[in-house]
């Protein structure tokens, strides 16, 4: 999987160097290209952002910068990757939206900055627009960071064991169960007993039993769903 992130601080996305990104980047199974819109701008300052029309407070991206990025990004995937948009005003992302995404060989995501970016651009060039949460952040920058790491999880070699997925809060509706290793008692507390059983039927019966338990405590919205 390729992804090209538009971003004009393409430093940050050197966070994906550490961990499982890092590993699926070695397999060769992920390859993430940054794309500063500052290289396509002609002033001498790179100017990426102006004030907005109509006044008010802080800046707006400039879109010409931003659509010179998205076309140097698309002559490196091809003209079909899609556009996905990192904003607090796009659908909130969740487990299946990931493994969804994952299918995709190509991908642009495009960070924001400051108040946004100029509307022509969303209307013209973003084919999806994607949230976190219901927050705002300082920049897309590490939404799209978030994004990728997710996505990256569903694909195929990525992780050592392909299973942890479909163990994972949410990949089947509900939170996860909790997990114990060594030593057996830590702090007074004991390993709860049926996970020593080795009786793998009560082992599993006990982990649907606390992930439900868990996600009717915590997450009782899940469990109506």
Known sequence: MRIAVITIFP???????YGMPQQAQKKALLEIRGFNPRDFTTDLHQTV????YGGGPGMVMLAEPIQK????????????????Y???????????????LAQREN??????????IDERIIASMVD???SIGDYVLSGGELPAMVLIDGVMRW?????????SNYEDSFTEGLLDCPHYTRPEVFAGMKVPSVLLSGNHAEIAKWRKQQSLERTQQRRPDLIKK
């Open 107 to 116: 991908l642009i995501l495009l960070a924001g900055r400051y108040e946004g």
């Open 155 to 163: 694909i195929p070699g990525a992780l050592g064991n392909e299973l």
């Open 11 to 17: 430093e940050m996305l050197a966070a994906l160097n």
């Open 86 to 100: 990192l904003s607090p005003q796009g659908k909130v992302l969740k487990q299946d939206d990931m493994r969804v």
């Open 49 to 52: 952002d102006d004030r907005p």
């Open 128 to 130: 999806e627009e994607w």
């Open 69 to 84: 990025a998205i076309l140097a990004a698309k002559q490196w995937l091809g003209e079909e990757a899609k556009v996905v």
